[in-house]
């Protein structure tokens, strides 16, 4: 396996794990999105029944912490995607003696 083939290899790895990271933090945009429905139908729900304020308030609360912890997990998946990848390490550390000479 010569040198370009190697790189290429490593350059076509890094691509993906960047690839996955960027659709793992799009997890947040749709978690947002998400969040401003749970919002939107509890604003309703209190304005057709303004006696259920507390238990729709308590309802809305958790599912919006619910679904803030998969915007999380999307965040740390890219985290680790982008700097903790054991293959892009194994593949830079496979590289390195190549490219100095």
Do not use: H
């Not at 691509?15 to 990271?21: K, Q, V």
Request: hydrophobic share 55%; no cysteine; proline share 3%.
């Amino acid at each position: 396996m010569d040198n370009v083939s190697i790189i290429s290899a490593a350059a076509t790895v890094f691509a993906a794990a960047n690839i996955a990271a960027g659709m793992a933090v799009l997890n947040g945009l749709f978690t947002a999105v998400g969040q401003g429905n749970i919002a939107a139908k509890a604003i309703e729900s209190i304005a057709r029944q303004p006696e259920a304020r507390g238990s729709v308030t308590g309802s809305m609360i958790v599912g919006m912490g619910m679904s803030e912890t998969s915007g999380i997990y999307g965040l740390v998946v890219a985290i680790l995607l982008m700097f903790v990848n054991p293959i892009s390490t194994a593949f830079v550390n496979f590289v390195t003696p190549f490219m100095t000479g």
